[in-house]
């Protein structure tokens, strides 16, 4: 009996101490092996990585069954896939939870996404890399060809020669930039990993302009700058320093002092200013939608149907209205998306379709928004000048 007990003790340390001495290169190892098994560049979207190369996550999928089967046979392959015996999976869990709370990884899933353009960043790579209407190919690879090509080039020594003088491989035959061995054939992504971050650059703008972000000059209306200025706190007093807060930081300037705000902004009355303050500071969790407000998680997010740019929704402080932050948002990833996969001109190029889409994307819907912003801040100001009938003024 005592035996037993002492073979399960084992069991139970040696899946716990194997689980816990894995490090953040192992999975990024066995992420690269999935997805070369996949026929996909090592190259990946930011969200599937992190899902990818999370070990509290790809325990779970292997203890439920639903990991990929590459992925699981990449972690047998190198020693880390589940453990045969009920007190050995014991261990490995609890090893992996702890060396979740050692290296950060779960909490590195709250890091990535800690700021509106990441989070956009992170949904536009998604959909660009969803195979029923995106463009996976972006992040995959093909087959080289000989000079001629005819044939494609294989890993043998027969073509280790010509590979080398194509720049497939280097002098010492390892493969260069970009280029991959799988199933005895040499294959090169499809397009260079900086070429498809670019076709974030839209929406990247559409999310730093809805927030914000993008007048280097001072604040946006009704909006102190971050430097602001003795004289004029809407502009700033150092420019540099202005963009570099905004660009790095993500920093905004705060609502103006009401005798400033009134200036920019007469179209929202002390009434409305003061309640959307009050909605803006107030942290304390709000599930009821009935009041057309909400707050969840401390304030982590926050939306209203009634606030001074209309109905928005807050992200951790960011301001993002619907009519000129979140439509131009959508319509931008939508038409990066949908540029992308059509491609243009005879060669159908994803990445100058995609820029194209989506710059005409952003285009379109902030004309079309920042117009249905200026309606409605018109009718509000209307509104707000019409004489009290119980006063008669």
């Given at each position: 009996?005592?035996?037993?007990?002492?073979?399960?003790?084992?069991?139970?340390?040696?899946?716990?101490?194997?689980?816990?001495?894995?490090?953040?290169?192992?999975?990024?190892?066995?992420?690269?092996?999935?997805?070369?098994?996949?026929?996909?560049?090592?190259?990946?979207?930011?969200?599937?990585?992190?899902?990818?190369?999370?070990?509290?996550?790809?325990?779970?999928?292997?203890?439920?069954?639903?990991?990929?089967?590459?992925?699981?046979?990449?972690?047998?392959?190198?020693?880390?896939?589940?453990?045969?015996?009920?007190?050995?999976?014991?261990?490995?869990?609890?090893?992996?939870?702890?060396?979740?709370?050692?290296?950060?990884?779960?909490?590195e899933v709250w890091w990535l996404i800690n700021a509106p353009q990441a989070a956009?960043?992170?949904?536009?790579?998604?959909?660009?890399?969803?195979?029923?209407?995106?463009?996976?190919?972006?992040?995959?690879?093909?087959?080289?060809?000989?000079?001629?090509?005819?044939?494609?080039?294989?890993?043998?020594?027969?073509?280790?020669?010509?590979?080398?003088?194509?720049?497939?491989?280097?002098e010492n035959e390892e493969t260069t930039r970009g280029v991959s061995r799988k199933?005895?054939?040499?294959?090169?992504?499809?397009?260079?990993?900086?070429?498809?971050?670019?076709?974030?650059?839209?929406?990247?703008?559409?999310?730093?302009?809805?927030?914000?972000?993008?007048?280097?000059?001072?604040?946006?209306?009704?909006?102190?700058?971050?430097?602001?200025?003795?004289?004029?706190?809407?502009?700033?007093?150092?420019?540099?320093?202005?963009?570099?807060?905004?660009?790095?930081?993500?920093?905004?300037?705060?609502?103006?002092?009401?005798?400033?705000?009134?200036?920019?902004?007469?179209?929202?009355?002390?009434?409305?200013?003061?309640?959307?303050?009050?909605?803006?500071?107030?942290?304390?969790?709000?599930?009821?939608?009935?009041?057309?407000?909400?707050?969840?998680?401390?304030?982590?997010?926050?939306?209203?149907?009634?606030?001074?740019?209309?109905?928005?929704?807050?992200?951790?402080?960011?301001?993002?209205?619907?009519?000129?932050?979140?439509?131009?948002?959508?319509?931008?990833?939508?038409?990066?998306?949908?540029?992308?996969?059509?491609?243009?001109?005879?060669?159908?190029?994803?990445?100058?379709?995609?820029?194209?889409?989506?710059?005409?994307?952003?285009?379109?819907?902030?004309?079309?928004?920042?117009?249905?912003?200026?309606?409605?801040?018109?009718?509000?100001?209307?509104?707000?000048?019409?004489?009290?009938?119980?006063?008669?003024?």
């Amino acid at each position: 009996m005592a035996g037993r007990y002492a073979g399960a003790w084992d069991e139970l340390k040696r899946g716990f101490n194997k689980a816990y001495g894995e490090g953040r290169e192992d999975q990024i190892q066995i992420h690269h092996r999935e997805r070369n098994a996949r026929g996909e560049d090592i190259e990946s979207p930011r969200g599937e990585k992190l899902i990818g190369t999370n070990r509290t996550l790809t325990f779970i999928n292997d203890l439920i069954g639903k990991s990929r089967p590459e992925a699981r046979k990449a972690r047998e392959d190198m020693g880390m896939g589940l453990e045969p015996t009920l007190m050995g999976k014991l261990g490995q869990g609890g090893g992996v939870l702890a060396g979740d709370l050692t290296q950060d990884r779960s909490r590195e899933v709250w890091w990535l996404i800690n700021a509106p353009q990441a989070a956009v960043n992170v949904a536009q790579e998604l959909l660009l890399h969803n195979k029923k209407f995106g463009s996976p190919e972006l992040w995959g690879t093909n087959r080289v060809k000989s000079a001629d090509g005819k044939r494609p080039l294989t890993s043998s020594q027969d073509d280790v020669e010509e590979a080398i003088e194509l720049g497939y491989l280097d002098e010492n035959e390892e493969t260069t930039r970009g280029v991959s061995r799988k199933d005895g054939y040499l294959r090169k992504r499809n397009y260079e990993p900086g070429w498809v971050d670019s076709l974030m650059i839209p929406s990247g703008i559409a999310t730093n302009a809805g927030i914000g972000l993008m007048n280097p000059f001072g604040g946006s209306e009704g909006y102190d700058a971050v430097f602001a200025s003795d004289e004029d706190p809407n502009k700033t007093e150092n420019m540099l320093a202005e963009v570099a807060a905004k660009y790095i930081l993500g920093r905004t300037g705060n609502l103006s002092k009401w005798d400033e705000f009134k200036e920019e902004r007469p179209d929202v009355s002390k009434g409305e200013y003061n309640a959307y303050k009050a909605f803006k500071w107030d942290k304390n969790n709000d599930m009821d939608l009935s009041d057309g407000d909400f707050t969840v998680g401390t304030g982590v997010l926050k939306g209203t149907t009634d606030g001074i740019h209309g109905a928005e929704l807050q992200f951790l402080g960011r301001s993002l209205p619907v009519n000129t932050a979140l439509m131009p948002i959508a319509a931008t990833m939508a038409g990066t998306v949908m540029g992308a996969r059509r491609g243009y001109g005879p060669g159908r190029r994803k990445i100058v379709g995609g820029l194209m889409g989506g710059i005409s994307g952003l285009a379109s819907s902030s004309l079309a928004g920042n117009m249905v912003e200026k309606e409605r801040r018109r009718r509000n100001e209307e509104n707000n000048n019409k004489p009290d009938p119980m006063y008669g003024n």
